[in-house]
């Protein structure tokens, strides 16, 4: 068995889920690895993303773990089978991984919910934006780590799938860099928010019941609910979130924050009237 150097976000959600399988049925290790006659270091390795697994091998253990649940089954084989090499792969070793892993969870995202309370959203930034965000990063990047990231971040933003942005007052008035920079940004903001796929919503300074948006966070919604990841800014690096008692928690908190803030339609003569200001 070759083991994985550095396994991806997917598939570490994959090994996870399964292990919550084997716990669930009240299976340890060595008692699932008797079901398919193979070794517990190789379900350790399975359960760790370290190895692969086949979706026959998948389908064996739902069945031994008395999973029914069908869907949610197909979707892990899925998971399993997934052989795409993204353009996100143009970057391994060259960005973080963290990069990389939201990149590919984006790619098979069936729906996307972002908060911003500091910066305008990623997949919105323009480049100019995005460029002044990770010069200002600590420890400082170089010229060509800040080109990289910024690259990237542009491939981030062809995307057609349902997405949906609330952004507080402040990151609309920070200045990452100049006014015209804002300026561009704002009105860049204005452009994408009449797209289809795309909704922007603001929350004012001055509106009531705000305490829920208390910090940015990606809901990225899975092929089923229970393969949602919500994913929090980290000190170094990104963090993914994904049990249900925390995804439910992070649900509740994007209705609030949602019902909180102006429509969509308000929410553009508001972006409007900060871009006239400038």
């Known amino acids: 068995m070759v083991k994985r150097r550095e396994p991806t976000a997917r598939q570490v959600r994959l090994a996870t889920e399964l292990r919550r399988l084997r716990e669930t049925a009240g ?37 031994h773990y008395a999973c029914t649940d069908k869907e949610f089954i197909g979707a892990l084989a899925a998971m399993a089978t997934d052989r795409t090499r993204g353009w996100w792969e143009e970057y391994r070793g060259l960005l973080p991984t963290s990069f990389l892993d939201l ?11 972002h908060v ?12 100019d934006y ?23 971040r542009r491939a981030r ?14 990151a609309l008035r920070i200045r990452v860099s100049n006014r015209a920079t804002s300026r561009a940004q704002l009105t860049r903001l204005l452009e994408l928010s009449e797209a289809d796929h795309i909704t922007v919503r ?18 990225v919604g899975g092929s089923l609910p229970k393969l949602d990841t919500v994913v929090r800014d980290a000190l170094h690096g990104s963090a993914f979130i994904d049990s249900e008692a925390q995804l439910n928690t992070y649900r509740t908190s994007f209705r609030k924050v949602e019902a909180a ?7 553009r003569e508001f972006v409007h009237r900060l871009a006239k200001e400038l």
């Open 202 to 219: 603001v929350i004012p300074f001055d509106l009531d019941d705000f305490a829920s948006a208390s910090g940015t966070m990606t809901y």
């Open 261 to 267: 803030s102006l429509e969509p339609e308000q929410s």
């Open 130 to 152: 995005a460029r002044a965000v990770f010069s200002s990063r600590l420890p400082e990047l170089t010229a060509e780590e800040i080109e990289l990231r910024t690259q990237h």
């Open 116 to 127: 911003a309370v500091l910066y305008v959203p990623g997949l919105l930034q323009t480049e």
């Open 157 to 170: 933003q062809e995307f057609t799938i349902p997405y949906e942005a609330v952004i507080h007052e402040a």
């Open 27 to 63: 299976l340890n290790s060595r008692q699932a690895a008797g079901l398919l006659g193979v070794s517990p270091a190789q379900i350790t390795h399975i359960e760790s993303a370290l190895a692969g697994v086949s979706e026959q091998r998948i389908r064996r253990l739902a069945s």
């Open 103 to 113: 990149s590919e969870l984006e790619h098979h995202a069936r729906f996307l919910r």
